[in-house]
């Protein structure tokens, strides 16, 4: 695959380009009609959720500094901000069964410890197995749900840089070449 086209911005920076002046403008003004020149806005959804929230506020920080901070990506922003939070309370009811878990065994052991009938331990025991069985049962269908959502996520961040990418090749690389007149008047077209 063929290395994007640098950006004008790039192109001016770094002063060394073999574009001329005609080029230059025709690939800033494309540039520029593929701006909204509006900054993203944070929906309802994601303000009130506060993980969303500083997921948001981190993204745009980061855009404004590349300067892509524009209306155009404010869906799949917003709805990545919320799948990230999505996934973190994922993450944190997993961690929340894993911990019950342990408390499960060891509170299991004390009680058969203190257990002298044989069938009340084996009654016990047959318990604490359901119980476990549920725990990690809960446990596996949130890291089902959260590697469902990591890969949501995964899927957005490169459609999101492929757009941008993509964007920036739709640029043409050459400005059109206007045609001689002496050319025109000596062929009779004048």
């Known amino acids: ?16 380009s073999h574009r001329t002046k005609a080029e230059l403008k025709i690939r800033e003004e494309a540039e520029k009609s593929l701006s909204t020149e509006k900054k993203i806005k944070e929906r309802k959804e994601v303000k009130e959720n506060k993980i969303a929230h500083k997921e948001f506020k981190r993204i745009e920080k980061l855009l404004e500094n590349i300067d ?6 404010e869906a799949v922003i917003n709805r990545y901000c919320l799948l990230q939070a999505e ?24 009680i058969t410890d203190n ?27 949130c890291d089902k749900q959260v590697q469902s959502k990591r890969k949501m996520l995964l899927d957005i961040e490169k459609e999101n840089i492929m757009t941008i990418a993509s ?16 050319l025109k008047v000596l062929r009779g077209e004048a």
């Open 167 to 182: 964007a920036l090749r739709s640029i043409p690389k050459k400005a059109e070449e206007k045609e001689n007149p002496l």
């Open 68 to 73: 892509k901070n524009d209306a155009i990506y």
């Open 87 to 110: 996934c973190f309370d994922l993450e944190e009811r997993r961690e929340e069964f894993y911990n019950l878990i342990i408390e499960l065994k060891i509170e299991c052991k004390n």
């Open 1 to 16: 695959m063929p290395t994007p086209t640098k950006p004008f911005k790039v192109l001016t920076a770094e002063k060394k």
């Open 115 to 141: 257990l002298e009938e044989i069938e009340e331990i084996a009654r016990y025991k047959l318990e604490y197995a359901k119980s476990l069985a549920n725990m990690t049962a809960s446990m596996l269908a």
